[in-house]
């Protein structure tokens, strides 16, 4: 069965502290490894998708990465504004549902 | 706005009780996912639709049940409640076939059984 493990489970920050979530998993067969972001009371919204080892991909201050066994999503001079639940999910080969972990809850206090 | 919409957002009722949740997929999506997420479980993967056809099926109590209907709209029916299945339920949506293809979320609705 798949597995997804985040750490840490949650992560406070200064306003411009820069931070990486980490991802690990077991999957067999990765077809694609997916973050989202997901504010309180609302839906995830999808941020990246990572496809192969060594992938990686930037939106405004955060760059994803991926290796074998885990990716990494990098905060870089985080804002307020960036304060959510980041959520990992991965996507096997056979199949299309995704398989999400439990999410780190980053804070950034201005 | 994710192009997915869920209704009710909000739902309150008693336990033994039956209800009905509606999603809407983003135009062109085939696919339709529902998702439950309460705070000790995560986002939990429940039941795949895919043009109609049911296509995969997680950790889903048999008192629930899905369909997808004919304009790709989806209804999940949760019947005999419990307390427990107070939860977020969200509804997503994708191309489906072929190939990788993200998820995209509804806001989900709020079920409350009390």
């Known amino acids: 069965e798949d597995q997804v493990t985040q750490s840490p489970e949650a992560l406070r920050l200064q306003e411009g502290e820069s931070s990486s979530l980490n991802c690990s998993y077991t999957?067999?067969?990765?077809?694609?490894l997916f973050w989202y972001r997901q504010d309180p009371g609302k839906g995830p919204e999808f941020l990246f998708t990572?496809?192969?080892a060594g992938e990686e991909k930037e939106k405004e201050r955060l760059k994803a990465t991926l290796t074998k066994k885990e990716s990494f999503l990098h905060i870089t001079a985080p804002k307020p504004e960036d304060s959510a639940t980041y959520l990992c999910?991965?996507?096997?080969?056979?199949?299309?549902?995704?398989?999400f972990g439990a999410g780190t809850t980053v804070t950034v206090r201005a | 706005d994710s192009g997915v919409t869920q209704t009710p957002k909000h739902l309150i009722t008693a336990t033994g009780q039956r209800v009905t949740l509606r999603c809407s997929p983003r135009?062109?999506?085939?696919?339709v996912y529902w998702y439950q997420q309460s705070l000790d479980q995560g986002l939990q993967f429940l039941i795949q639709?895919?043009?109609?056809?049911?296509?995969a099926k997680g950790n889903i109590l048999e008192r629930f049940s899905a369909q997808q209907f004919p304009d790709l709209h989806s209804e999940l029916n949760l019947s005999s409640l419990e307390l427990g299945d107070s939860a977020l339920y969200f509804c997503?949506?994708?191309?489906?076939?072929?190939?990788?293809?993200?998820?995209?979320f509804g806001n989900g609705t709020r079920l409350t059984v009390t």
């Open positions: 999957v067999s067969g990765l077809r694609g």
């Open positions: 135009s062109g999506d085939l696919s």
């Open positions: 639709y895919y043009n109609g056809e049911e296509r």
């Open positions: 999910a991965v996507q096997r080969s056979n199949d299309y549902k995704l398989s």
């Open positions: 997503a949506s994708s191309v489906g076939d072929p190939g990788v293809h993200s998820l995209h």
């Open positions: 990572l496809y192969s």
